[in-house]
């Protein structure tokens, strides 16, 4: 009689534990719900219709012919003589791509050899001041990225502040052309996306203990090795953090190009823009949408691939 009543039990205690897990489960799915129709409708949705859209034809005036072609991706690659419908090989479209890695990677470089002693001033300070020159760092995010960009655009024009500033102490007799040149584009990628990458290093370097620094200087260490051996080790996720956030912005980055470069030389952003609006090309269009894509993501890969290894050698 006792084993059939502790069989009993046990059934009931299984099954209530069954229940509470069930609703659990529930709750999980509940929560996760507005993130899921989010990702599906802003995320994947599109990204689909981007995909089906590189595998039609473009239409006349815009828009797609509903008939499967390849011609987007062969168009990347290639360029179709009108007469005899022979393919040759072409770069433009590679050189805009190497273009604007070169120029994202290098703006990457820039805001990392600024952010990182910025961040490091910052977190070395008192705690009570941190908040100060953190306020300083985000400021920028308060105005629009395109009014930002105009106001880079007012200071590097002929008549703008370096150059009449330049002339007027007597290092210059005439204006320097800094504006529609890479080196603009350059710079505005840079003061664009600097506070991404100050940001998580400061995440990473408040961390600090600072006496690690002082330990390594009472024992002779130089300035080289205690940033070496001490500092950018205990930044790595930050610095990790930091390039991924600069450098996929710039990658894509449209309005920088369009105001600073004018026009003159194109980079991902612009070249996809134009497919959809005067070239009329989508499938085009949504192929280089696609083709970014796999490039940030090996980017990613490689990245974070070489970072864990490096990582590991150190340990």
Known sequence: MTDISSSHTDSRLAAARAEVEGAARRR??????????????????????????????????????????????????????????TLQFSGTYLSIYGRSIGLAFGATVGALLIGFPTAYF?????????????????????????IRTYAILLILRDEGFINIALMNIGIIDSPIGMLYTDYAVFAGLIYSYLPFMVLPLYASLEKLDFRLVEAAYDLYASRFQVLRHVIIPMAKPGIVAGCILVFIPGLGAYITPTLLGGGKELMIGNLIELQFS?????????????????????????????SGKEAQGHG
Not at 123 to 132: T, Y
Not at 295 to 300: C, D, G, Y
């Open 122 to 146: 910052i977190a070395s300070k008192p705690l009570e001041q941190r908040n100060f020159w953190l306020f300083l760092i985000t400021l920028p995010f308060w105005v629009n990225l395109l």
């Open 278 to 306: 005067s070239s009329r090309n989508w499938p085009f269009g949504s192929a280089a949408a696609l083709i970014l894509m796999v490039v940030v993501m090996a980017s990613l890969i490689v990245y974070v691939r070489y």
């Open 28 to 85: 999980r799915w509940l929560l996760l719900a507005p993130a899921l129709i989010a990702i599906g409708l802003f995320g994947i949705f599109p990204l689909s219709i981007t995909l089906i859209y590189s595998f039609l034809s473009p239409g006349t005036y815009g828009g797609v012919t509903w008939e499967f072609s390849t011609d987007a991706y062969v168009q990347f690659l290639f360029d179709r003589d009108i007469f005899d419908d």
